[in-house]
T-cell receptor, first 116, second 112 residues
Framework: EAEVAQSPRYKITEKSQAVAFWCDPI?????LYWYRQILGQGPELLVQ????????DSQLPKDRFSAERLKGVDSTLKIQPAELGDSAMYLC??????????????FGSGTQLSVL | AQSVTQPDIHITVSEGASLELRCNYS??????LFWYVQSPGQGLQLLLK??????LVQGIKGFEAEFKRSQSSFNLRKPSVHWSDAAEYFC??????????FGAGTRLTVKP
């Protein structure tokens, strides 16, 4: 079965440094999501793309976070500068039919970020 | 905006016993409801979903969930738990504009 690919699997960085995460959704999935999951909590949506356009980034801390999906396929999430509170699992998901009865999100394995 | 509450942070059941995980949602219209499972260090896997129709939904791995509009609930059940079911379970509510919100999760421990 096709999977959502994410890299790196783990990332350790010092505060004030820049970090970037990469996601390659399932082929043909136009909708791509970035979620942040803090330990002990449920995933929180950071940004949603439809093709190359941002549909929802209301929860994205735009002073330090940025996301792009230039060609409407893979996506990069960047944090600059990283803060201690950014330590979390960053999950990417993709969907073929958002908002329909065939809706199903496919999640990647995530990038575990530790900020020291 | 919609929201989800999972009242139980951690549940422990014996292998072979029945399981019910609670989920309550808040949403003004008919919600899209989901249950996901997450093993340690992994992404989330969809167990089942409800959009409309029969309020009792069957999912993978022997799980089922029942939508009760009057109680704003979507509880997950399994008649006999296996040791491999130990994981974190997340209830989620979505909307037609695809704004999906997750609960805080319930961690399931299975005793031998």
């Amino acid at each position: 079965e096709a999977e959502v690919a994410q890299s790196p699997r783990y990332k350790i960085t010092e505060k004030s440094q820049a970090v970037a995460f990469w996601c390659d959704p399932i082929s043909g999935h136009a909708t791509l999501y970035w979620y942040r999951q803090i330990l002990g909590q449920g995933p929180e949506l950071l940004v949603q793309f439809q093709d190359e356009s941002v549909v929802d980034d209301s929860q994205l801390p735009k002073d330090r976070f940025s996301a792009e999906r230039l060609k409407g396929v893979d996506s990069t999430l960047k944090i600059q500068p990283a803060e201690l509170g950014d330590s979390a699992m960053y999950l990417c998901a993709s969907s073929l039919n958002p908002g329909t009865t065939n809706e199903k999100l496919f999640f990647g394995s995530g990038t575990q970020l530790s900020v020291l | 905006a919609q929201s989800v509450t999972q009242p139980d942070i951690h549940i422990t059941v014996s292998e072979g016993a029945s399981l019910e995980l609670r989920c309550n949602y808040s949403y003004g219209a008919t919600p899209y409801l989901f249950w996901y499972v997450q093993s340690p260090g992994q992404g989330l896997q969809l167990l089942l979903k409800y959009f409309s129709g029969d309020t009792l939904v069957q999912g993978i791995k022997g799980f089922e969930a029942e939508f009760k509009r009057s109680q704003s609930s979507f509880n997950l059940r399994k008649p006999s738990v296996h040791w491999s079911d130990a994981a974190e379970y997340f209830c989620a509510v979505g909307s037609p504009n695809n704004d999906m919100r997750f609960g805080a999760g319930t961690r399931l421990t299975v005793k031998p």
